[in-house]
């Protein structure tokens, strides 16, 4: 998402790349220029200009999540950081700071997920400048007192207790602790709750966080919008070039490959209809992997909103109030989801039995060609559909550019896709095989 262009005068090191030309454009999916520049310093800076009627939306995408909390008793720090970062500096203290986004009548955000965390305004495009100069201040020159921290150690608390009152965050953080044994994937991002309760302990952690993370190299701006490359670069060079490096990559342990299948069974203490997920261990993230999209598009096939077993557990038998399957893009290996929420628990067997017949199918029968390529065209109209805004654009490429550490394979991506044949989806289906499999199922109170 980003176009570059130079401040040799202040000692930048750019390396100026159009990533979609106005000759080129005629074969590519993203409809919108991309311009890219990297300061000395190592940080990215992706801007897409596109006519929005004077609005932009400017992002901070942190390469580090719950994925890279690898130290005993520390988990759920990469969430807990999120809101620290939100406290403000010795220049623009937080009420300062909220003043100022208030004033500009922009909306900011984060959220964190276990591969990264993403810091987000949507704005006037006119405002960037005051934009760049608040946040590059709070990215470089973070500052808050212990009892803040401990303050907010408490909301991070309340938010889990809150969270856990969620069937589905009861679920999956079963789910995880399960499926993983070794890799820091078997902790949700709000981390055990022994660690939550110990956070306002580690005041003098959260700068070692902050020093070892939040540094430039380590992170990637996306700006979309109403905006000028050049002049946007101009301000990042300004704003960003003194930025010193010094992120120290953890050591995320590998995860051992699954054998055998794991179940477990969870007693959730409240109301609701049961749960059922079925997790297969994935392959990691890589926009040029044939693997990676057929597992995609099998899951799609297979159980999504337009496959038969869908229509038969869903509008037939009326078995399901909720089905369907996801599979993550995840720097590391994640797990491919098929989940249902069933009317009656005595169902789960019988739900498992057709998940079994449906893989089964896919893996000895070879998809009509017509149904694959509808799906793909499917994939590129929804794709192209979801960027009609800046905040549009933005959010559905954050992702994309905190797994694979830019924007430079997002065409790639979809002609991989294109690549997939039947023989794909077989040897896709074969991959969804029980021993690789975790199956979670949640009851409630009757």
Same mark, same amino acid.
């Given at each position: 998402?980003?176009?570059?262009?130079?401040?040799?005068?202040?000692?930048?090191?750019?390396?100026?790349?159009?990533?979609?030309?106005?000759?080129?454009?005629?074969?590519?999916?993203?409809?919108?220029?991309?311009?890219?520049?990297?300061?000395?310093?190592?940080?990215?800076?992706?801007?897409?200009?596109?006519?929005?009627?004077?609005?932009?939306?400017?992002?901070?995408?942190?390469?580090?999540?719950?994925?890279?909390?690898?130290?005993?008793?520390?988990?759920?720090?990469?969430?807990?950081?999120?809101?620290?970062?939100?406290?403000?500096?010795?220049?623009?203290?937080?009420?300062?700071?909220?003043?100022?986004?208030?004033?500009?009548?922009?909306?900011?955000?984060?959220?964190?997920?276990?591969?990264?965390?993403?810091?987000?305004?949507?704005?006037?495009?006119?405002?960037?400048?005051?934009?760049?100069?608040?946040?590059?201040?709070?990215?470089?020159?973070?500052?808050?007192?212990?009892?803040?921290?401990?303050?907010?150690?408490?909301?991070?608390?309340?938010?889990?207790?809150?969270?856990? #009152? /969620? =069937?589905?965050? %009861? +679920?999956?953080? @079963?789910?995880?602790?399960?499926? !993983? $044994?070794?890799?820091?994937?078997?902790?949700?991002?709000?981390?055990?709750?022994?660690?939550?309760?110990?956070?306002?302990?580690?005041?003098?952690?959260?700068?070692?966080?902050?020093?070892?993370?939040?540094?430039?190299?380590?992170?990637?701006?996306?700006?979309?919008?109403?905006?000028?490359?050049?002049?946007?670069?101009?301000?990042?060079?300004?704003?960003?070039?003194?930025?010193?490096?010094?992120?120290?990559?953890?050591?995320?342990?590998?995860?051992?490959?699954?054998?055998?299948?794991?179940?477990?069974?969870?007693?959730?203490?409240?109301? #609701? /209809? =049961?749960?059922? %997920? +079925?997790?297969? @261990?994935?392959?990691?993230?890589? !926009? $040029?992997?044939?693997?990676?999209?057929?597992?995609?598009?099998?899951?799609?096939?297979?159980?999504?909103?337009?496959?038969?077993?869908?229509?038969?557990?869903?509008?037939?038998?009326?078995?399901?109030?909720?089905?369907?399957?996801?599979?993550?893009?995840?720097?590391?290996?994640?797990?491919?989801?098929?989940?249902?929420?069933?009317?009656?628990?005595?169902?789960?067997?019988?739900?498992?039995?057709?998940?079994?017949?449906?893989?089964?199918?896919?893996?000895?029968?070879?998809?009509?060609?017509?149904?694959?390529?509808?799906?793909?065209?499917?994939?590129?109209?929804?794709?192209?559909?979801?960027?009609?805004?800046?905040?549009?654009?933005?959010?559905?490429?954050?992702?994309?550019?905190?797994?694979?550490?830019?924007?430079?394979?997002?065409?790639?991506?979809?002609?991989?896709?294109?690549?997939?044949?039947?023989?794909?989806?077989?040897?896709?289906?074969?991959?969804?095989?029980?021993?690789?499999?975790?199956?979670?199922?949640?009851?409630?109170?009757?």
């Amino acid at each position: 998402m980003n176009k570059l262009f130079y401040f040799f005068s202040l000692g930048m090191v750019l390396m100026t790349l159009n990533l979609f030309s106005d000759t080129e454009s005629e074969d590519k999916i993203f409809p919108y220029p991309i311009h890219k520049e990297t300061l000395e310093n190592g940080l990215n800076v992706y801007v897409i200009p596109m006519e929005s009627n004077g609005l932009a939306s400017y992002w901070t995408i942190v390469r580090t999540g719950s994925r890279d909390e690898v130290e005993k008793g520390k988990t759920g720090f990469a969430h807990f950081f999120e809101h620290m970062m939100f406290r403000g500096t010795k220049k623009y203290p937080q009420d300062v700071y909220d003043s100022i986004v208030v004033s500009l009548g922009a909306d900011a955000n984060a959220y964190t997920t276990d591969d990264y965390t993403a810091y987000h305004l949507n704005i006037a495009a006119e405002d960037i400048e005051t934009v760049m100069d608040i946040e590059s201040e709070r990215f470089q020159n973070l500052s808050y007192a212990e009892p803040e921290f401990k303050t907010e150690a408490g909301a991070v608390y309340g938010e889990y207790r809150k969270n856990i #009152t /969620n =069937p589905i965050s %009861v +679920l999956f953080e @079963k789910l995880q602790e399960t499926a !993983y $044994k070794k890799h820091t994937y078997s902790h949700t991002t709000m981390g055990y709750i022994e660690d939550i309760l110990n956070m306002p302990n580690m005041y003098d952690y959260s700068k070692e966080f902050y020093n070892r993370f939040y540094r430039p190299e380590n992170c990637i701006l996306v700006i979309v919008g109403d905006v000028d490359p050049e002049k946007t670069f101009e301000s990042v060079s300004n704003y960003f070039g003194s930025w010193e490096q010094g992120y120290q990559k953890p050591n995320i342990p590998s995860e051992p490959e699954q054998t055998q299948e794991r179940r477990a069974d969870v007693n959730y203490d409240g109301r #609701t /209809n =049961p749960w059922m %997920v +079925l997790a297969y @261990k994935g392959l990691p993230y890589d !926009y $040029k992997s044939k693997e990676v999209m057929a597992d995609q598009l099998f899951a799609s096939l297979a159980f999504g909103s337009n496959s038969e077993l869908y229509q038969k557990l869903y509008l037939e038998e009326q078995k399901v109030i909720a089905f369907g399957s996801s599979i993550p893009n995840n720097r590391d290996q994640g797990l491919n989801l098929i989940y249902a929420q069933l009317k009656d628990k005595t169902d789960f067997s019988y739900l498992e039995e057709e998940i079994g017949k449906t893989i089964e199918k896919y893996q000895t029968q070879a998809v009509e060609i017509e149904k694959l390529n509808d799906l793909k065209k499917r994939i590129k109209y929804s794709f192209l559909m979801s960027l009609n805004s800046p905040d549009e654009v933005a959010s559905g490429l954050a992702n994309f550019v905190a797994v694979t550490g830019g924007l430079e394979g997002l065409e790639t991506e979809f002609e991989t896709m294109e690549k997939v044949t039947p023989e794909d989806i077989m040897e896709a289906a074969k991959r969804f095989v029980s021993e690789k499999r975790t199956i979670v199922r949640l009851t409630g109170v009757e």
